[in-house]
């Protein structure tokens, strides 16, 4: 029979269960063995690499692969345009440029200020104002400003001066978020003068 070629009898000294033993007939006459789908590639011999690159017939390998030449700076680490410097997506940080910014032309803005509050204002909270300003001055005088802080100060003025009082608002957060330290003293009293100015009334 056809199972005889395939199938040896089981073994009669084994259990009933012992599965039966195949015919050697049965592995040899099987078709060519097929690629094993989940069998990992050998990796090939070491001595049968190249240990040189091959170079062409103009000589060495092309650009791409040559190292930059010396003295040349990568790409990423190109200086910035002239004037670039202290801006911040094409807009000036007053807290970085190195230009020094002008004490009487800050203070002259913000007395003026000051002096159209007096005319709705309580005189007690102006002549706060006014301490606040005095403190403000003097820290600068001293030194004790950084430069940073002084040309926030700078740009609050002038945004201040041309209305836009949301703009000033948002200067005078940021210094008390980054340098609370130099003016948490006089910075109460540019805060009031901010909202006194931007009363419709004046």
């Known amino acids: 029979m056809m199972d005889e070629m395939y199938v040896k009898p089981g073994n009669q000294e084994r259990g009933w269960n012992d599965p039966p033993q195949f015919s050697y007939g049965l592995q040899t006459a099987r078709t060519p063995q097929k690629n094993l789908l989940n069998k990992r590639p050998t990796l090939p011999d070491a001595a049968a690499l190249p240990t040189t690159l091959p170079l062409g017939p103009s000589g060495p ?3 791409g692969l040559a ?4 003295g040349c700076a990568p790409a990423w680490k190109a200086t910035p345009p002239e004037g670039a ?14 230009a ?3 004490l009487e032309d800050v203070v002259e803005v ?3 200020v000051l002096a159209r509050c007096r005319l709705d204002v309580a005189p007690q ?3 706060d104002m006014e301490k606040r300003l005095r403190l403000f001055k003097d820290s600068w005088t001293s030194g004790r400003l950084s430069l940073p802080v002084r040309k926030r100060m ?3 003025s002038q945004e201040l001066q041309a209305g836009h009082w949301d703009q000033a608002d948002e ?5 008390m978020v980054d340098y609370v330290t130099e003016v948490s003293q006089w910075m109460v009293g540019v805060k009031r003068l901010i909202a006194e100015s931007r009363d419709p009334k004046r």
């Open 85 to 98: 410097a202290g801006r911040i997506g094409g807009i000036e940080d007053p807290g970085q440029s190195e």
């Open 61 to 63: 390998p092309p650009c």
């Open 67 to 70: 190292p930059p030449p010396a």
């Open 100 to 102: 020094e910014p002008n």
């Open 110 to 112: 913000l007395e003026r």
């Open 125 to 127: 909270v102006c002549n």
């Open 171 to 175: 200067i005078h957060r940021s210094l």
């Open 154 to 156: 700078s740009a609050l």
